[in-house]
């Protein structure tokens, strides 16, 4: 099959259907891989994704699983299809610069535990995507930040950006990004796509350049719930070289996309859903909560804590971890850093111990909490944030409206601060087409719950299967 019209054809499915194809054999890796690569060429120059591109090794990897699939060993739904990888998880032999200037250079002697894990089960990396400096909340400025596919003059999210716009503009068929704030749902919820944040634990961090420990989050990014879940199936999972992996076992993600949702129950906090938030969104949620009705949910009453200090604690409970993370470097090198970068390290080098306890203590308190509603119900229907897509320009008042920066942390911050799980799913559009999302929380553990539900509203909705509309004179 040429390979432009391999392009046109299969670009925007999803992972989970490009699976299908693989194993039948009706396409081939090599091909599905060389289109991907040419798509990337065509199309990247302007959008930005990719720091570095592994053709190379991405055509030797799609061969090799042809090969293996036709003689009989396909390793699963992750055989032959190709991904993209956060910049900041290690590739073995490849530059890993986690957004900055000062590692541009450094090639890691061994693979991330999820990138060897979805090298095990068969994916093909196309190469290395874009984030903001040490995956905080801005980029170097020595770095062009990747551009919205949607619209260049909308946000497309803050540090696992590149994973999303790389995802949503068809250059790779799903990525991995990592949340310590709302990293993977804002690019999820700003593309159109489904982004997991799992509980923390549930995912290996080990060979992941830190941010801040114990807020971080390694997760996928995909075009659906069930791709989502076949992604967090195969990097999930204890791993020894970090022992804050949990053992608990992990659940067949993609059985429970084929679930229903019948007696599940929903809970809704109108008043925290509702206070302040524009009424695109609200009308998203409503619609939202039709079809979980429709479909045999429970809608249930739901009183959520108060998160007006946890969202306040983040940032100086970040800031201290920041500073922890790069201690070997800062200010040692102090003068490769990027000015926000830089600025959130000396916040927390100067917090005094006592007040960082004072947050810890808070932030368990606000886990018990959270983990008692589970016990009510089984999934939080919340948004992702309160504003309608939001845009650059907006985007480069927050540093002058800290008002601002706590309502776009209000949904998603406190779920780092207590490690409980979220999905992120494509829920309606705006005015000017661009995408609207909202989020389910659920029990720590349960992310077998969110794919289950995930999947039951892209059924019966059409909202992920909508794509940026993507021109080049090199495609036509």
Not at 12 to 23: H, I, M, V
Not at 313 to 319: E, G, I
Not at 391 to 413: F, H, N, S, W
Not at 420 to 438: E, S
């Amino acid at each position: 099959m040429e390979t432009r019209a391999v392009a046109d054809a299969l670009h925007y499915l999803e992972l989970t259907e490009l699976a299908a194809r693989l194993e039948a054999r009706d396409i081939s890796a090599l091909d599905v891989t060389r289109a991907q690569l040419d798509r990337i060429d065509a199309l990247d120059r302007e959008l930005g994704s990719y720091v570095h591109v592994m053709e190379e090794t991405a055509i030797a990897d799609a061969k090799n699983a042809d090969a293996e699939i036709a003689h009989g060993r396909y390793r699963g739904p992750l055989h032959g299809v190709p991904i993209a990888l956060k910049d900041l998880f290690w590739t073995k032999g490849i530059p890993t610069a986690a957004g900055t200037t000062l590692h541009r250079d450094f090639r890691p002697g061994e693979d991330a535990t999820v990138v060897r894990r979805l090298k095990d089960a068969g994916a093909v990396v196309l190469g290395k995507v874009q984030l903001t400096e040490g995956a905080y909340s801005d980029h170097h400025p020595l770095v062009t930040p990747p551009k919205n596919p949607w619209n260049a003059a909308y946000w497309p999210g803050i540090s696992s950006s590149g994973s999303a716009v790389a995802t949503a503009a068809g250059l790779c068929f799903g990525s991995l990004g990592s949340d310590t704030g709302g990293s993977i749902r804002w690019p999820c919820a700003a593309n159109g796509l489904t982004g997991l944040k799992p509980s923390w634990g549930r995912v290996s961090r080990h060979g992941t350049f830190e941010l801040a420990a114990t807020l971080d989050h390694v997760g996928p990014i995909g075009r659906s719930a069930a791709d989502a879940g076949v992604l967090l199936g195969v990097i999930a999972g204890h791993d020894p070289n970090d022992p804050t992996s949990l053992f608990d076992p992990v659940p067949d993600y993609l059985a429970a996309a084929a679930q229903d949702v019948r007696g599940l129950r929903i809970g809704v906090d109108a008043t925290w859903n509702g206070d302040d938030v524009d009424v695109v969104t609200q009308r998203v949620l409503a619609d939202a909560i039709d079809v979980f009705r429709a479909l045999g949910a429970d809608i249930v009453s739901a009183g959520f804590p108060d998160v007006t200090q946890a969202i306040a604690d983040w940032a100086p409970n970040c800031a201290v971890e920041a500073a922890v993370a790069h201690e070997a470097t800062y200010p040692a090198h102090k003068d490769e850093y990027g000015p926000i970068l830089a600025s959130v390290i000396e916040a927390g080098r100067a917090l005094p111990a006592l007040d960082y306890q004072k947050i810890l203590l808070r932030r368990l308190a606000l886990r018990g909490r959270v983990t008692a509603l589970f016990e009510t119900i089984d999934l939080l229907l919340i948004p992702v944030h309160p504003f309608p897509p939001v845009t650059l320009a907006m985007i480069r008042t927050l540093g002058e409206q800290p008002d601002l920066v706590a309502k776009l942390q209000r949904y998603t911050c406190p779920f780092d601060m207590t490690g409980h799980p979220t999905i992120t799913l494509p829920g309606g559009a705006a005015a000017d087409g661009l995408p609207v999302a909202f989020q389910f929380v659920a029990a720590h553990l349960d992310e077998a719950v969110l794919v289950r539900a995930g999947a039951a509203f892209q059924r019966a909705t059409s909202w992920h299967r909508r794509h940026p509309s993507l021109t080049s004179r090199r495609l036509q």
